[in-house]
Each structure stands twice: as C-alpha cells, then as structure tokens.
C-alpha cells in the first residue's frame, strides 16, 4: 500500500500559500488499528492569528477575481479532485475508518460542491426596482460578505470542507479552514487540490489543530472575520454562537440530528429495508443525517424488524481498508464507549436486542445492532447515537408516529416510507429541513442541507448555500 506520507506529503499548515511548521505536531490515528498513521503540524493561537491575516490580506483581491475566473479555479478544483478520487478515499478510509465504498461515495459528493458552486459564481446579480412613489429607483447588489472561518468535523473530511469553501469561494470570500484534529490529512488534501487549481495564495488557509477552543475563539474575537459556518455537536455551535455574538459575526450552524425514520402502510416493506440500511449504515451511523429512531406502524413491525435485522446481522465489520467490509470502525474509542453506554441503557429502559456480533479485536469497532421493543420514554430516543444502532418503535397510527418523530429539538433530517400521498401528508407535519421520501438518502449538492429547530441556522449547497456567504448592498437613486 502507498505510504500514507507520499499520499500527503505536506502535511504543514497552510497559511498565505506557504507550508509553515507549526508549534508542534498532531498524531493522526488509524481507527481500523488504533495504531498511529502519522502526524501533523499543530496550530496554535498565533499561527489562527497569520491564517486570519492572510485570508484578511487577500480579501479585497479575491472578491474583486472576475466571478469567471472563480468559476474557472472551483471546475478545474472539481476535475482534480475526480482526478484523485482514490488518494483521496484511501486517506478518508485511513484517517477516518470509512469503508472504501463510503469514501469513493463521499469524493463523488464532495467534489460536486466545486462543480455545482462553479456553476453559481457566475450567476450572481442584483435587481434594479422603481420605488412605488416613483421617484428614485432602487438598485440591489451583492457582496462578498468577507473572510470565513469554517470549522468542520471529522465525519465527512472532504465533503464538509468542500461544502462550506465552493460557496465561500464562488462568492468571493477567502477562508480560513479549521478541520477537525482527527482528520486533517483530508483537509490537507483538498487545500493542495485547491492551490493546483489556480487558487491565488491567501485565498485558502488551513489550520489543523488539537486547541479548537482557544484557536477558535481567538480567530472570533477578531471583527477581521466577518463569517463563521460550524459543522459539529449542538454543545460546541451553542457556545459558538454566543462568541459570535461579540462581533456580530454572521453564523451557519450544521449542528446535532436525530432523524426519525417512519415505515407506514403502504410501504413497500423490501424498499423501506434498503433505505433504512442506507440512512442507518452509512458511515456507520456516524453521519448527522442518520437514521437514529425506527418508527415503524404495527401492520408492517414484524415484517420489517425481521428484513432489517436480517440485513444487519449479514454485515461484514472489519478493517476499512478491507474492500469486503461493510462496517468500518467508529472514530475512536471513546466513541464506541459512549454508543454502548446508550445501548445499555435503552436495555435497562426494557428495549430488546437482536444480534449481538463479535467485533474484531483491535481498532474501535462497535456491532451492527437491533433494538426492539423500544417504548416511546425510552432514552434512546432523545439522543443521537452516532453508530450501528436501530431502536424499533412500534406505532398504531401515522398520527402517534408524527408526534413521536417531532419530538426532538433536533429537526435537522427525516425518512418517511408510505404510499406517496400519505408520505407527503406526513411530511408537510415533520419538523424537519430535509424528508427522504421513500429514500434513504437527503444529501445532494443542488440540495439546500440545513436543519429546524436546534438543528442549526442557514441552508447549504443548493442555490441557497451561497447566499450564507453573500450581503446585499442597496444604492438609493435619485431619478
Ligand atoms: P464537535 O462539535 O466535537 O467538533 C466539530 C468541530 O468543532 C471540530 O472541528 C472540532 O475540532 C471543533 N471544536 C470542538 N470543540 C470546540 C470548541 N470548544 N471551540 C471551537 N471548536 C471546537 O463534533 P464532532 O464530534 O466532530 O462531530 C459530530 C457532531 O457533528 C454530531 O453531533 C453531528 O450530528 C454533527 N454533524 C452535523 C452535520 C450537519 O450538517 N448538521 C454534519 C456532520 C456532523
């Protein structure tokens, strides 16, 4: 296999366009192995300090590049990243534990960020209106809104980054990437992707570290950033938020999901099994569009808990370099220690359990799991997961399953399987920004992702994502 360090041979910050050392170094981790893969350069204060400088120096320049010519640098970013699809998913199956299937998905997705938002920057404009007195017109226009501080998780290493830098960019923003301590190699990646594109040095900054609180607050604390978008826990957008307060810096928040996944009569029960596969093993569960709570209706509970546990018991768990695996390991061990806490006590709550499956013995790996009999207090149900876990809750009607599907602050997305008309009926009552509707899939580029509720503030991808990114200015004129 190519040694992780030819695949990312600079594994610096990258700050102004230029590779720097660091205070210090990161290890990054294997999860298949627990062993460690490498190392990275580790940022502190200071270095948050020059990234910030350089994306405040380049700013002026970048937003004044032809929108073309920023389409242009995101297209050939795209075909370079289609380009090294396989570096790119080996280093996400290494760093991050994705099977090979899940990482060659996540370029795919991650790469369309760049063509979609290539596609939006030169599509940006105004409105030219007559006052309704008729005395002066009215001409609108769009800005860059400044430079962005993006922090991402450690979920998704390419496709978070791409989704918040393309609009970032297209819009004519410079960024400052804060990627997750677990994952940066990924980062590390797409900055190298990006600088190769054409990408002018300043434009695009990252900075790995293991302090994201001081770093973060620091880069906040400077009324320089004028943009934060936060993927991650609802405790860490909270807090987030409220350092945002302090300059009135403009937020988009991705936060925490608990999506409930409804099969109601006339589902097709083959077809809710393959989608509930999909939303729940994905990623291994560890996605924030996850399936976390199974509402499925009396009539069809049998006949699903059996498809699905079926399914689950077939799959293959092991080493996410392994291409026959279909289970990959969780991000740490930690991570695995919390799923089990929440499983044990959704067992003492009365939840039933099908299929315990051995682990193997090294790395961070946690079974394909199937609980039954959940009842509606169970605490299961209040929390997101984030691994193989399927709690099943049997309903006697679409209107107790609509209640128990809304009750979360988490409103961010949503599955429902029924024939179409009753699926659309009870989708319009979901308290969700996303609804799968007889699929188990909601993310799309051309989508706006986003979420209701504590779920989070903005919308991106789609035509939307890029106004997060853009402020609209008005020239009153006299006529
Ligand atoms: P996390 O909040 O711990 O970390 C996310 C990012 O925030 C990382 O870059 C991390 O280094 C940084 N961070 C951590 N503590 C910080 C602090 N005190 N100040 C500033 N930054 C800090 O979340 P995680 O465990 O990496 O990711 C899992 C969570 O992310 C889940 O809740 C999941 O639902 C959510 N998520 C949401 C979406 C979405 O689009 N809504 C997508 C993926 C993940």
């Not at 906040?220 to 009135?248: C, E, Q, W, Y």
């Not at 509970?301 to 399914?311: P, S, Y």
């Not at 092991?318 to 806490?341: K, N």
């Not at 319009?428 to 580029?445: H, T």
Request: hydrophobic share 45%; glycine share 10%.
């Amino acid at each position: 296999m190519t040694a992780i360090n030819d695949l990312v041979p600079h594994r610096d910050l990258w700050i102004g366009g230029e590779h720097r050392p660091g205070a210090d170094r990161i290890p990054v981790m294997n999860p298949s192995t627990g062993e460690i893969l490498t190392d990275v350069a580790n940022a502190d204060v200071t270095d948050m300090m020059s990234a910030v400088g350089a994306a405040h120096a380049t700013q002026p320049t970048w937003a004044a590049t032809a929108p073309r010519q920023r389409a242009e640098i995101l297209r050939r970013s795209y075909e370079l990243m289609i380009e090294r699809a396989d570096d790119l998913a080996l280093v996400m199956s290494l760093e991050m534990g994705k099977t090979r299937g899940d990482a060659e998905g996540e370029v795919a997705y991650a790469a369309e960020f760049f063509r979609w938002f290539s596609e939006q920057a030169a599509h940006l404009g105004g409105e030219f209106r007559t006052s309704p007195a008729g005395a002066t017109r009215i001409l609108t226009s769009q800005r860059p809104v400044g430079p962005a501080l993006l922090v991402t998780p450690w979920n998704f290493p390419a496709a978070m980054a791409t989704r918040k830098i393309a609009p970032a960019l297209a819009a004519g923003c410079t960024v400052v990437l804060k990627p997750a301590a677990e994952t940066p190699l990924t980062a590390l990646m797409v900055a190298e992707i990006l600088a190769t594109a054409g990408t002018p040095p300043g434009v695009v900054n990252v900075v790995p570290t293991d302090q994201p609180g001081p770093t973060v607050e620091a880069a906040l604390g400077d009324p320089r950033i004028r943009k934060l978008s936060f993927t991650g826990s609802t405790a860490v957008g909270r807090n987030l938020l409220r350092l945002a307060a302090s300059n009135v810096t403009r937020t988009s928040m991705e936060l925490g999901g608990n999506a409930p996944f409804l099969v109601l009569p006339g589902a097709d029960v083959n077809d809710a099994v393959d989608g509930a596969m999909l939303a729940k093993m994905r990623n291994g569960g560890q996605a924030c569009t996850a399936a976390n709570r199974f509402i499925v209706h009396r009539s069809l509970a049998d006949a699903f808990t059996e498809k699905l546990a079926a399914r689950m018991k077939s799959v293959r768990i092991g080493s996410a370099l392994d291409a026959e695996t279909q289970l990959g390991p969780m991000i740490t061990a930690r991570a695995v220690a919390g799923i089990q806490e929440k499983v044990n006590a959704a067992l003492d709550h009365g939840a039933g359990s099908l299929l315990p499956v051995d682990a193997p013995g090294v790395g961070y790996f946690h079974p394909a799991t199937v609980l039954t009999d959940v009842a509606a207090d169970n605490p299961i149900l209040d929390q997101e997961v984030f691994g193989p876990v399927a709690p099943i809750v049997v309903v006697d009607d679409e209107d107790e399953a609509v209640v128990l599907a809304n009750n979360t602050e988490a409103g961010l997305a949503a599955y429902v399987y029924a024939s179409l008309p009753s699926a659309l009926r009870v989708a319009e009552q979901i308290e969700s920004g996303m609804i799968g509707i007889n699929r188990g899939l909601v993310s799309d580029a051309a989508a706006p992702f986003g979420g209701m509720k504590q779920s989070g503030l903005g919308r991106e991808g789609g035509r939307e994502g890029i106004s997060e990114y853009l402020e609209i200015s008005y020239l009153s004129v006299a006529w």
